[in-house]
């Protein structure tokens, strides 16, 4: 199986539950935040993002909020279903006049039916 | 619409040996990027293009080449491979990083012996 995570900060949540997960982000010039699923053997699939000029974003039972003060990101999920069990990763983009979109180290997040 | 196409899915390598994963996209986007990711770690940025005959360094870019001749293709290449280049490897593009997520392939997965 995949190997990927296994060192992994894990978050336990019972199924129907809402889910918490945070971000420390590095750079107080970055200006655009993404969050990012990636079940096992596959890539990284986008879920939400959010610029710096905003505080709060909402989708489909996923809401980020960003905190810039303290630098920093949570994705909020909602009745958390068991297909939610998967790595979840924020990346930000570190500069405003550079390209560079760089990944948090991850957190595994695991449903209890 | 394929999305971002790498090939191979998995290749195993002797130390000393040079090798090129490619990576295809088929949705005319300007922003590539290379990442690899290590067990317990996320994803770290080797290189990056922002266009044709563009490219620039990540986070790791040492034992790493890119080059970007159309919009659709930027291969990677491995110039002599080491066992710590032992990794999963991950292509990804996008419209513009600015504010626009990016869409990931499948992974290459490495062995180096």
């Known amino acids: 199986g995949e190997s990927v995570g296994l060192h992994l900060p894990t978050l336990s949540v019972q199924e129907g539950d809402n889910s918490i997960i945070n971000c420390a982000y590095s750079?107080?010039?970055?200006?655009?935040f993404i969050w990012y699923k990636q079940e096992s053997g596959k890539g990284p699939q986008f879920i939400i993002d959010?610029?710096?000029?905003?505080d709060k974003r909402q989708g489909q039972r996923v809401t980020v909020l960003l905190n810039k003060t303290v630098k920093h990101l949570s994705l909020q999920i909602a009745a958390t279903q068991p297909g939610d069990s998967a790595v979840y990763f924020c990346?930000?983009?570190?500069?405003?006049?550079?390209?560079?979109?760089?990944f948090g180290s991850g957190t595994r997040l695991s449903i209890r039916p | 619409n394929a999305g971002v196409t790498q090939t191979p899915k998995f290749q195993v390598l002797k130390t000393g040996q040079s090798m090129t994963l490619q990576c295809a996209q088929d949705?005319?986007?300007?922003?590539m990027s290379w990442y690899r990711q290590d067990p317990g770690m996320g994803l770290r940025l080797i290189h990056y293009?922002?266009?044709?005959?563009?490219?620039d360094q990540g986070e790791v870019p040492n034992g790493y080449n890119v080059s970007r001749s159309t919009t659709e293709d930027f291969p990677l290449r491995l110039l002599s491979a080491a066992p710590s280049q032992t990794s999963v490897y991950f292509c990804?593009?996008?419209?513009?990083?600015?504010?626009?997520?990016?869409?990931f392939g499948d992974g290459t997965r490495l062995s180096i012996l």
């Open positions: 959010i610029r710096s000029n905003m």
């Open positions: 990346a930000e983009k570190v500069d405003s006049s550079a390209s560079k979109i760089i």
């Open positions: 990804a593009s996008s419209i513009r990083p600015s504010n626009q997520p990016q869409h």
């Open positions: 949705m005319n986007h300007e922003y």
């Open positions: 293009s922002v266009g044709a005959g563009i490219t």
């Open positions: 750079n107080s010039a970055s200006d655009y």
